[in-house]
Each structure stands twice: as structure tokens, then as C-alpha cells.
């Protein structure tokens, strides 16, 4: 007989939570190692966003059969560059909300695109 999958939850107190801790070391190590001017605001910030970052990776990564080594070494990467995943995501969705019908096609229209008579996109 099968054991019933864990939810996500229990796994998470079982021994996700340390995913966070690896992504915040992770950051660490890169303010440590940077040359720019260390301020209490840069620790406050980037810090709990690594470890942010990485703890929505673990949700992402935690049913996928992937080496555990692999996982965590993708734990401590996000965390590293999650500045700059962070702020690509917020660009990319200011310039969907700015011009939508760009990226959804009939998102200015408020209906799907239509076909055209002589259009061969299901043939």
C-alpha cells in the first residue's frame, strides 16, 4: 500500500523551510563579494527577497524528480540573482499592462482574434 502524498505544507515544515535559509545565504554571499557600498536598507531588502524568491522556487520545484542536489543548488542561484528576476518580472508586466493588445491579441478588442475567410491556420 501506497503512502498518500504530502501536502505541500507538510513538506514545507518537514524540511522546506530551510529552501528560504539557502537563498538568503545564497544573497549573502553575494553582498559579501560585491564591491558596491553595503547599507543596512541593501540588507533589508535583498535578503528576504532571496530567501522570498527561493521559497517560491521550492513550491515550484518540489514535486519535479529532480536530484535534491540539483534542487538546492537552483535554491541558492535564485537567490542569488533574484534582484534581477525580480525586476525583469515587473518590467515585463509593466509593458503588458501598458500595451496589451501587444502580447494578448485580442486584448484590446475585448474578443479573440477572428479568422479570416482564406486563412489556412487549422490546415
Known amino acids: 500500500m501506497q503512502e498518500p502524498q504530502k501536502s505541500l505544507i507538510q513538506a514545507f515544515i518537514d ?21 558596491e557600498r553595503i547599507t543596512a536598507g541593501l540588507l533589508f531588502k535583498r535578503i528576504p527577497a532571496a530567501a522570498i524568491s527561493s521559497a517560491i522556487a521550492w ?13 538546492a543548488v537552483i535554491y541558492g542561484i535564485v537567490g542569488v540573482i533574484s534582484p534581477e528576476v525580480i525586476d525583469g518580472i515587473v518590467r515585463i508586466a509593466k509593458r503588458v499592462s501598458n500595451n496589451p493588445g501587444r502580447f494578448i491579441p485580442w486584448a484590446g478588442t475585448g474578443q479573440p482574434e477572428k479568422q479570416q475567410e482564406g486563412d489556412d491556420k487549422d490546415k
Open 15 to 35: 524540511g522546506g523551510w530551510l529552501v528560504p535559509l539557502i537563498g538568503a545565504s545564497g544573497m549573502i554571499a553575494r553582498i559579501l563579494s560585491s564591491h
Open 59 to 71: 513550491y515550484i520545484l518540489e514535486q519535479t524528480t529532480i536530484d535534491s542536489l540539483y534542487k
